[in-house]
């Protein structure tokens, strides 16, 4: 990627985040979930502070200013949230994502391990801190918050109808020998805070961002899309991609404190029903393949969404029925799939090519030396498109051999026995 497609994407990066941070200001109002007499009483209410913004600054917004944002929600989507103009000036340095979520999960596995340890690990991972001191600012906060979280004040809650939180998570779950080699499997799970139910849930091989959207998707298309979704600090659930779907469907994106599994008791709770009711009397042994696996799991989940739950005296299909009248469905399927593509931008290149590792992509040539926004599934790159004033424009796998024998108009027929 060249140094210009480098600044575009943290502009990019940088809209996206004012985008997520207006929407989780207007996503009460949009959803009916704020407790005042009116929404202008709410815009009222925030704005009587300052409101911390994502780069760590305050500012004091006028209601006014928060209404107009729902405003241009309502009218054009997620995307209007994001800022035209963006300036990188008075950014915070701080350590990449990929780095924090690795020294997460150091400190998890070894609790006692010191700074300049995990430092080392880090050099050797290939992964870049720009000094000891700003690794030990960071090691000395997480502990903190993990010792505050562990002295939590807790309190049970519930919400009052199906669709209003989703919690979902990942667990390991067992191996299994498929082709001659035996691969960890793992368990995405989503569940209803109200019903208990489990809404879509799936294993896979790789416990990575794509395979979670596609378990939501699952949710979405079978129960309406809720209103706001409960995660944790996971590199599958907290990237850029996932937020900007939320923000499409309209859903709130919260993340629970970090390493705190208590916070999201259900679906928590869930995953070890799952294990002592089920896997646990499963001779796994005998699975051979992953599509087994995954209809065994359907098996599981049809029982376990019509069996009574302890907590709430009744199976949670019972209490879905009752209590999914309010529940968002989706415009249309289209809708829907154009909510969960991937984007990134690119610059067109001068030989009409876009580049998303690892391929190289045929563009329309009226694009050549513009900035495009591409949407695409991982994996699916027949299906990657450019986005242009709602119009798609088709992109295709650059077969260089190909592009050789074609005709160009601006190419002239040249004369090889010139000059001999």
């Known amino acids: 990627m060249s140094n210009y497609d480098r600044n575009v994407a943290k502009r990019l990066d940088k809209g996206l985040e004012m985008a997520n941070f207006r929407w989780g200001l207007i996503a009460p109002v949009v959803n009916g979930l704020f407790p005042d007499e009116s929404a202008a009483a709410y815009y009222r209410r925030i704005a009587e502070n300052p409101i911390k913004r994502p780069d760590g600054s305050e500012f004091h ?35 990449p994502d990929a780095v924090k979520q690795y020294v997460r999960e150091i400190m998890e ?47 049970a809650f519930e919400y009052e109808e199906f669709g209003v939180l989703w919690q979902c998570d990942t667990s390991f779950f067992p191996y ?59 590199s599958a659930y907290e990237n850029k991609q996932l937020s900007m779907i939320c923000g499409s469907l309209g ?8 390493r705190d599994g208590a916070a999201k008791a259900k679906v928590e709770r869930s995953f070890g029903t799952a294990k002592s009711r089920w896997i646990y009397g499963l001779d796994v042994e005998n699975i051979h393949s992953l599509a087994e696996f ?16 302890k907590s709430t005296g009744q199976s949670p299909i019972e209490r879905y029925e009752v ?16 909510a969960f593509m ?57 077969n260089k051999n190909e592009n050789a024998r074609v005709k160009r108009d601006n190419i002239y027929d040249i004369d090889y026995t010139a000059g001999v």
């Open 251 to 258: 859903i709130k994106l919260i993340h629970a404190p970090i």
């Open 61 to 95: 917004y006028k209601p006014k200013t928060i209404e107009r944002w729902k405003s241009r929600y309502d009218q054009y989507g997620f995307d209007a949230l994001i800022s035209k103009e963006r300036s990188d000036r008075g950014e915070v340095r701080v350590l």
């Open 294 to 309: 995954n209809a065994l799991l359907v098996d599981y989940v049809r029982k376990h969404n019509l069996e009574v739950n």
């Open 323 to 338: 209590s999914a009248k309010h529940v968002r469905i989706p415009k249309s399927q289209e809708w829907l799939d154009e």
């Open 176 to 234: 299994i020998i498929e082709q001659g080699k035996s691969r960890r499997t793992y368990l995405i799970n989503i569940v209803d805070d109200h019903t208990r139910m489990i809404v879509a849930a799936e294993l896979f091989y790789e416990d990575n961002a794509y395979n979670f959207q596609k378990v939501l998707k699952k949710a979405c298309s079978a129960f309406g899309i809720c209103s706001m979704l409960y995660c944790d600090h996971g």
């Open 342 to 398: 991937n984007r990134v931008t690119r610059l067109v290149r001068k030989d009409a090519t876009i580049s998303i590792k690892p391929y190289l992509f045929d563009a329309p040539k009226q694009f050549i030396g513009q900035t495009v926004e591409i949407r695409y599934l991982p994996g699916q790159w027949d299906n990657a498109y450019i986005m242009d004033n709602g119009i798609h424009y088709p992109l295709r796998i650059t």
């Open 109 to 155: 596995k070894y609790p006692k391990l010191g700074s300049a340890q995990i430092f080392e690990m880090l050099k050797q991972e290939g992964l870049a801190v720009s000094s000891v001191r700003t690794l030990q600012r960071f090691v000395k906060s997480e502990r903190k918050m993990s010792a505050n979280t562990n002295n939590k004040d807790r309190m």
